[in-house]
């Protein structure tokens, strides 16, 4: 126990020594950040200082903007070259721990922090993994379990790979369809979701799923509407799921 400890110290100690101060021209990019001080923040990258530097806790000056919610201080970032896709990696205790502008972004409603992202060279197809599993999973996924519907939009305008899989094989298209969102779903489906795509061992294909749905099983009537729509583009497309047959006769 007294080793582990030791050996956990010790890893304490080194990412503390290579973490980034956030110091320089007498600046404070953490406070000026804090503070949307935008000249203060290109006084110091102007005299050297790292705008992609990350703190103890792999935390950017970018994702500390976000975190904050500081939009001046984030667009100013980017401007200056603030990469949107590093990944606070640097131990798993830390609260930020595998957390990313694109993922943070991705989850909040309003636009402006994601569309500002991928505008600066953000990854629309970024996925975090990590042995421990430990927020893993992709911009797209952040966005869908957020219900940030607008932003999805977005990540496909910017070439979302609508054929990525997750870790457990889910393509978008799958993920949205288990989530229920069956408007989103069409959506995926009207930009080019390979709707036919092989399914893995650990996940079924979207057609495998949709054969498991019935219409009027849900609770809300827009989703039922969206469900009955989604059962229309496939059947005009020949790929109609058999087990919804005699209830898509029945509209």
């Not at 923040?41 to 050297?48: D, L, S, T």
């Not at 603030?82 to 830390?94: H, Q, R």
């Not at 989103?184 to 054969?211: H, P, W």
Request: contains cysteine; neutral net charge; glycine residues 6%.
């Amino acid at each position: 126990m007294k080793s582990f400890y030791l050996i956990w110290l010790f890893g304490i100690l080194t990412i503390l020594l290579q973490s980034c101060s956030g110091s320089a021209g007498g600046v404070d990019v953490w406070e000026a950040v804090e503070k949307d001080n935008l000249k203060a923040i290109e006084q110091y990258v102007k005299a050297g200082g790292d705008v992609n530097c990350q703190s103890w806790d792999g935390v950017t000056p970018l994702l500390y903007a976000l975190i904050n919610r500081k939009r001046k201080s984030y667009e100013q970032l980017l401007k200056l070259g603030a990469n949107p896709n590093i990944i606070a990696d640097n131990v798993a205790s830390m609260p930020h721990y595998n957390r990313s502008v694109m993922t943070d972004a991705a989850s909040i409603k309003d636009t402006f922090w994601i569309k500002l992202a991928l505008e600066h060279g953000g990854n629309p197809n970024l996925q975090i993994k990590s042995s421990n599993k430990v927020r893993n999973g992709s911009v797209f996924i952040y966005a869908l379990s957020n219900d940030a519907f607008e932003n999805i939009k977005l990540l496909v305008k910017y070439k979302l790979d609508l054929s990525q899989t997750d870790e457990h094989g889910k393509t978008p298209l799958v993920l949205a369809a288990h989530f229920a969102r069956f408007d989103i779903v069409y959506f995926l489906l009207e930009a080019g979701a390979n709707y036919k795509q092989k399914g893995t061992k650990d996940s079924e294909s979207f057609i495998e799923f949709m054969r498991t749905r019935e219409l009027g099983e849900y609770p809300d009537e827009e989703t039922n509407q969206w469900l009955a729509k989604v059962f229309d583009w496939l059947k005009a497309r020949g790929t109609r799921p058999k087990a919804q047959m005699e209830a898509a006769n029945q509209l």
